[in-house]
């Protein structure tokens, strides 16, 4: 009998992989923000059209690419950022895959413009599904600018499920704010269909925070603090009185990157406990630094879900840590809630 096992095409391989990596507009933001804050960028602007469904692109001051790497940049398993699998113990940037540009180039109409440092043109790059159809040099400021359209041009079924535009935009927001929590000190403006959504200036956390969930936030906000051998705990939390009927504003960060976890949720919870009308949510904004070999973010493409060694411990720290700030701000049983 024949052999019939064949390596797919690259093109192929690439829409295939992007179905785990691009669900919704809201994946392409959050992939090419995180590439901007990896470049070193301090400020990053986001623009969008239609949510996303007809327009993405995200300029960024950061290093830029050389015209070899702007080309090796839409490859499969092409990365910058890890060599070997050894630095997967000891990651510092948000990607390290080198999946999110071949993949969003598989499934859409991408431009990329780049220009490093001191150098007087930079490259265009223009590719739809997988294929370079324009090649180029261009003037352009130093940092790269990458413009998505027509997501999902080829594959339809994917196209057909996204929701409705608010749906999809409430998605990019919520990508947008989790980055830009977890960098304050980055400058972030956001633009839908033309109108600015946010403008975000270089800050520390609490202003950035105030920024974004407006001026009234900054009196619910308690800080939260612990150094321990497992962790370094810190971040705010919001006085119970204010907790929210709707799930609330909840974020944690661990090594800065946004993750979601049931269990440490739980945890935060539980020393909220007693203090907060029942079928309410505290919120919180919980910053984990913990040694990144102890961890295992590479549970999922896009890396929202974390793995810890040590999860019982950071329970119990997180629990205290919580409780002792509730305590020290002096929040007491709050007895009427209608006030
Ligand atoms: P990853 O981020 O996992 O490395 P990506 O596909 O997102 O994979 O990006 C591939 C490579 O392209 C990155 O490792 C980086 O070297 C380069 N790159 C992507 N976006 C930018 C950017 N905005 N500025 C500079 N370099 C970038
Ligand atoms: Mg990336």
Same mark, same amino acid.
């Given at each position: 009998?024949?052999?019939?096992?064949?390596?797919? +095409?690259?093109?192929?391989?690439?829409?295939?992989?992007?179905?785990?990596?691009?669900?919704?507009?809201?994946?392409?933001?959050?992939?090419?923000? %995180?590439? &901007?804050?990896?470049?070193?960028? /301090?400020?990053?602007?986001?623009?969008?059209?239609?949510?996303?469904?007809?327009?993405?692109?995200?300029?960024?001051?950061?290093?830029?690419?050389?015209?070899?790497?702007?080309?090796?940049?839409?490859?499969?398993?092409? /990365?910058?950022?890890?060599?070997?699998?050894?630095?997967?113990?000891?990651?510092?940037?948000?990607?390290?895959?080198? %999946?999110?540009?071949?993949?969003?180039?598989?499934?859409?109409?991408?431009?990329?413009?780049?220009?490093?440092?001191?150098?007087?043109?930079?490259?265009?790059?223009?590719?739809?599904?997988?294929? =370079?159809?324009?090649?180029?040099?261009?003037?352009?400021?130093?940092?790269?600018?990458?413009?998505?359209?027509?997501?999902?041009?080829?594959? +339809?079924?994917?196209?057909?499920?996204?929701?409705?535009?608010?749906?999809?935009?409430?998605?990019?927001?919520? %990508?947008?704010?989790?980055?830009?929590?977890?960098?304050?000190?980055?400058?972030?403006?956001? @633009?839908? !269909?033309?109108?600015?959504?946010? !403008?975000? +200036? &270089?800050?520390?956390?609490?202003?950035?925070?105030?920024? =974004?969930?407006?001026?009234? /936030? !900054?009196?619910?906000?308690?800080?939260?603090?612990?150094?321990? *051998?497992?962790?370094?705990?810190? $971040?705010?939390?919001?006085?119970? #009185?204010?907790?929210?009927?709707?799930?609330?504003?909840?974020?944690?960060?661990?090594?800065?990157?946004?993750?979601?976890?049931? @269990?440490?949720?739980?945890?935060?919870?539980? &020393?909220?406990?007693?203090?907060?009308? #029942?079928?309410?949510?505290?919120?919180?904004?919980?910053?984990? *630094?913990?040694?990144?070999?102890?961890?295992?973010?590479? =549970?999922?493409?896009?890396?929202? *879900?974390?793995?810890?060694?040590?999860?019982?411990?950071? @329970?119990?720290?997180?629990?205290?840590?919580?409780?002792?700030?509730? $305590?020290?701000?002096?929040?007491? +049983?709050?007895?009427?809630? #209608?006030?």
């Amino acid at each position: 009998m024949a052999d019939i096992i064949q390596l797919l +095409p690259d093109h192929v391989a690439n829409q295939i992989a992007a179905g785990e990596v691009v669900q919704r507009p809201a994946s392409v933001v959050k992939e090419l923000i %995180e590439n &901007a804050v990896d470049a070193g960028s /301090t400020s990053i602007k986001l623009i969008i059209k239609d949510a996303g469904k007809t327009l993405i692109q995200v300029v960024d001051n950061g290093k830029g690419m050389s015209v070899t790497d702007a080309r090796m940049s839409f490859e499969r398993h092409a /990365t910058s950022k890890i060599k070997a699998a050894e630095d997967l113990f000891q990651l510092h940037t948000k990607g390290f895959r080198g %999946e999110a540009l071949a993949s969003i180039a598989a499934i859409a109409h991408v431009e990329m413009n780049t220009c490093q440092e001191g150098d007087e043109v930079g490259t265009q790059l223009k590719i739809e599904g997988s294929k =370079i159809v324009d090649q180029g040099v261009t003037v352009t400021p130093k940092g790269t600018s990458l413009l998505v359209k027509n997501l999902f041009f080829n594959i +339809p079924a994917r196209r057909n499920f996204l929701k409705s535009d608010t749906v999809e935009l409430r998605h990019i927001i919520d %990508e947008f704010q989790r980055v830009a929590l977890a960098h304050p000190t980055i400058q972030f403006d956001f @633009y839908n !269909n033309g109108s600015e959504l946010f !403008n975000l +200036p &270089a800050s520390n956390l609490r202003q950035r925070i105030v920024h =974004i969930f407006g001026g009234k /936030t !900054n009196e619910k906000l308690v800080p939260v603090e612990e150094d321990t *051998e497992v962790v370094n705990l810190s $971040g705010f939390i919001c006085k119970p #009185e204010f907790a929210k009927k709707t799930r609330g504003e909840q974020f944690f960060f661990v090594n800065n990157r946004f993750v979601k976890n049931s @269990y440490l949720h739980h945890a935060v919870c539980s &020393a909220f406990e007693g203090l907060m009308k #029942e079928q309410t949510h505290p919120s919180y904004f919980l910053f984990l *630094e913990v040694d990144p070999s102890g961890i295992d973010i590479n =549970i999922h493409p896009t890396k929202t *879900e974390v793995k810890f060694d040590d999860e019982h411990a950071l @329970y119990a720290i997180l629990r205290a840590s919580v409780k002792h700030s509730l $305590g020290q701000f002096n929040v007491a +049983p709050v007895l009427d809630f #209608e006030r």
